[in-house]
Nanobody, 123 residues
């Protein structure tokens, strides 16, 4: 089993920045894909970004490209999502997720996921 604890959400104004963290514990993640998806009220889940735990080219959803950066610290078993130039449409609950499938991570159907952290961007 893998436990994921995500944190770092908050309220910021348009143009602000936040850094989300996701700390994993339990069994080794091996070659799992780690990432973030988000869900806003009344909207479908949206894949934000993902990266393999063993390295590799990160994936970004269209809304995240150029503004968000995903990274991880193996020593701390922690993944980060640095979010810059935030917009009101980024307001959502952000979840970290882990699975052997990139698609599962990005669609929120991953085997493991965190409890979610709220991000609110005001205009």
């Amino acid at each position: 089993q893998v436990q994921l604890v995500d944190s770092g959400g908050g309220s910021v104004q348009t143009g602000g920045s936040l850094r989300l963290s996701c700390t994993a514990s339990g069994r080794s993640l091996g070659a799992y894909v780690m990432g973030w998806f988000r869900q806003a009220p009344g909207k479908e889940r949206e894949g934000v970004a993902a990266i393999t735990w063993t390295g590799g080219v990160p994936f970004y959803g269209d809304s995240a490209k150029g503004r968000f950066t995903i990274s991880y610290d193996n020593a701390k078993s922690t993944m980060y999502l640095e979010m810059n130039s935030l917009k009101p449409e980024d307001t959502a609950v952000y979840y970290c997720a882990a699975d052997s499938s990139l698609n599962a991570v990005l669609t929120g159907t991953a085997k493991y996921r965190g409890q979610g952290t709220q991000v609110t961007v005001s205009s």
